[in-house]
């Protein structure tokens, strides 16, 4: 059984950084996707970024040349680094693992899920 433990979330003023962890236990041989999601109060969960195949990278739009996903296979652990963060960032934030094919910026597609680190920007 996959089982995901994220850290890191916290208070932030805008324009700081936090960086997340997302430690995976029992690793599977190999992963569709990792990435990693969030949730603002009253809003959906929407996908933040992705490694599909522990290869090909991707950002949603809104965290392009501010966010930084990255997977060290050493320790079986994902990362998200946060720079430039603005209040609109304010959210609970999800990593997420998948075997199975699928969009990987869809929250859908994914098998397992950590229970989410709290991330708060003040302006």
């Known amino acids: 059984q996959v089982h995901l433990v994220e850290s890191g979330g916290g208070s932030v003023p805008a324009g700081g950084s936090l960086r997340l962890s997302c430690a995976v236990s029992?690793?599977?041989?190999?992963?569709?996707?990792m990435g990693w999601f969030r949730q603002a109060p009253g809003k959906e969960r929407e996908g933040v970024a992705f490694?599909?195949?522990?290869?090909?990278?991707d950002y949603a739009d809104f965290v392009k040349g501010r966010f930084t996903i990255s997977l060290d296979s050493r320790n079986d652990t994902l990362y998200l680094q946060m720079n430039s963060l603005e209040p609109e960032d304010t959210a609970t934030y999800y990593c997420a693992l998948t075997l199975q094919s699928g969009w990987c910026l869809a929250a859908g597609t994914y098998n397992y899920w950590g229970q989410g680190t709290q991330v708060t920007v003040s302006s």
């Open positions: 029992t690793y599977p041989p190999s992963s569709f996707c």
């Open positions: 490694i599909h195949r522990e290869t090909y990278i």
